[in-house]
């Protein structure tokens, strides 16, 4: 199998995923503090909330099992090996056969999956509920999010990712189809759920009525806590990337060279840039929703991806 | 413009225009849905106004115009300012759980499409997916007025069918004879103007909403 982007150049995109994602949380972090009139903490901070988790001992509640210690480390193995399918600098289906969409959604939800269990493992009664809601939610989001995959492979005749961005090329607005807007409309209902974020989710808060993924994390603590931190900002840049393989993959330079590659990096960043300002714009205007009323906001969702399809298919 | 970048278009915002009915659909809030009803006249007036320069027709430009200055502008103002007066409920009242309308919303937009699939030989002269979304959007209007308590929600069901129904008349037969135009857009704003007369001098006189009035059947 013959690819244009060779093995070497799959890795440095994953570490650049890996290495970038705590700075899109800083900057959204950062974006919604200003919004606030606040000052903020700069956009490096989690960077330092990393290296000071990473640097900490250990605690770990009796009732958990020997299982538990490795549970940050796998959960940040599947989330980084979903970062390798996720074409960042370059179009393209990659020169080794990787993988496609459906195994990176199926990493992350393998990764939501271990958080889960991690959760119940240690036995509090915070864990238990987040994980509990956690669990309610993801059936909601990951059939919408194949689906939205779906409406778009269809066109592209395949589920590689590098290969469905390098086939819709370099085109801009003008050159999308009719299921492409409502595909996007429901992927921008469903981002603030697959990222964590608000009116699903809040990422700022320990308080247990509010918190889904927080909950599930209370319970690990040092090193552990810093992978699963890690995991979760590299979730986050993952789906963001996802969303820009699907619909706006006119950055991925075909050029080969070193300015090709920048133009590529530059172009990503720029896009996550955009797709993060929207998350922190939607976080600042929007309240938490009850947990009853998200099936009805994941609803909008699923009808419109359910539509794309159909306008596809049809 | 070329005939394919026409269709283009006119699929393009049948398909936002799905969107602003999946909202007004899915709306939680009176204000939402008001809005929504508003965005979905404002891309219905943009599409007459791209089929205007398509065709040559002028008189898709007065209709493009009137569908921008009342049911974009006028007649959200007017459901605004009763929402305002009335001091009514900000929350729709569904009849059955919005989540099982949402459902229904699907099998009717897929009903549609499939609906028009069949037509065959007739297909070519339509412009693009204008016709199953036009039947979509009628018949969503008519789902949110069966399944909304309150006369406001209805309103906005009522006006969203009208949109349909202008949008396939827009795409199907390249305008209409400006009068009839004329003439549907004066039944909206009569129908509009009769509501919000009626809601309001209900409530000042009775002090109760027309839906209060069904609990008082024996």
Redesign the interface.
């Known amino acids: 199998m013959t690819g244009d982007r060779p093995l070497g150049l799959v890795l440095l995109e994953m570490t650049l995923l890996v290495v970038l994602g705590p700075l899109v949380t800083g900057t959204i972090q950062k974006i919604k503090a200003r919004l606030q009139c606040r000052q903020g903490a700069g956009v490096l901070q989690p960077y330092r909330d990393l290296t000071k988790l990473l640097r900490k001992g250990t605690v770990q509640a009796d009732t958990a099992s020997d299982f538990f210690w490795l549970i940050p480390v796998l959960v940040l193995a599947a989330t980084v090996a979903a970062g390798a399918l996720v074409p960042v600098v370059r179009a393209g289906p990659p020169a080794v056969p990787l993988g496609d969409a459906l195994l990176l959604l199926g990493l992350l939800a393998l990764a939501r999956f271990l958080t889960a269990v991690g959760a119940l493992d240690a036995g509090g009664a915070f864990g238990g509920m987040g994980a509990s809601r956690e669990m309610t939610i993801a059936p909601l989001v990951e059939p919408v999010l194949m689906m939205v995959v779906f409406s778009t492979a269809v066109a592209a005749g395949t589920t590689e990712l590098g290969a469905l961005a390098a086939q819709r090329g370099t085109s801009w607005l003008l050159a999308?189809?009719?299921?492409d807007?409502?595909g996007f409309?429901a992927m921008l209902v469903l981002l603030p759920a697959e990222t964590g974020r608000i009116p699903v989710d809040n990422p700022d808060t320990h308080l247990e009525l509010t918190m889904l993924h927080e909950g599930m994390l209370l319970e690990h603590s040092g090193p552990g806590l810093g992978c699963m931190m890690l995991a979760s900002h590299t979730r986050q840049i993952v789906t963001l990337g996802l969303v820009a393989a699907l619909f706006f993959p006119v950055g991925p330079a075909d050029r080969a060279g070193a300015t090709g590659l920048l133009l590529g990096t530059g172009a990503f960043a720029a896009k996550i840039l955009v797709l993060a300002t929207f998350l922190a714009l939607v976080e600042s205007s929007y309240a938490k929703l009850r947990l009853f009323?998200v099936?009805?906001y994941l609803?909008?969702g699923?009808?419109?991806a359910?539509?794309?399809l159909?306008?596809r298919i049809? | 413009m070329s005939a394919e970048t026409v269709q283009t278009i006119i699929?393009?915002l049948?398909?936002?225009l799905?969107?602003t009915m999946?909202?007004i659909v899915?709306a939680?809030q009176i204000y939402r849905a008001i809005y929504a009803v508003a965005a979905q006249s404002l891309l219905i007036a943009i599409a007459g106004g791209v089929l205007a320069t398509s065709t040559g027709n002028k008189d898709l430009w007065v209709i493009a115009g009137l569908t921008l200055g009342v049911k974009a502008t006028l007649l959200p103002w007017v459901l605004h300012l009763v929402v305002q007066r009335m001091n009514v409920r900000r929350e729709v009242e569904p009849v059955i759980p919005?989540?099982a309308t949402?459902a229904l919303?699907?099998v009717v937009?897929?009903m549609s499409?499939?609906l028009s699939?069949s037509l065959g030989s007739v297909q070519p002269a339509i412009t693009?997916?204008a016709l199953p979304v036009g039947i979509a959007l009628t018949l969503l209007g008519v789902l949110v007025m069966a399944t909304r308590k309150t006369a406001l929600t209805q309103m906005v069901g009522l006006f969203a069918s009208e949109n349909g129904i202008f949008f396939t008349a827009m795409a199907v037969t390249q305008g209409m004879p400006l009068i009839i135009e004329i003439g549907v857009i004066l039944d909206v704003i009569l129908a509009a103007l009769v509501m919000a007369i009626i809601v309001l001098r209900v409530g000042s006189t009775v002090a109760a909403y027309i839906a209060d009035l069904d609990e008082l059947r024996g």
């Open positions: 999308w189809h009719a299921a807007f409502l409309a009323r099936p009805q609803g909008v699923f009808v419109c359910l539509i794309a159909a306008l049809l | 699929d393009d049948g398909a936002l799905l969107f999946i909202l899915a939680g919005v989540a949402l919303a699907v937009v897929v499409f499939h699939a693009g997916n």
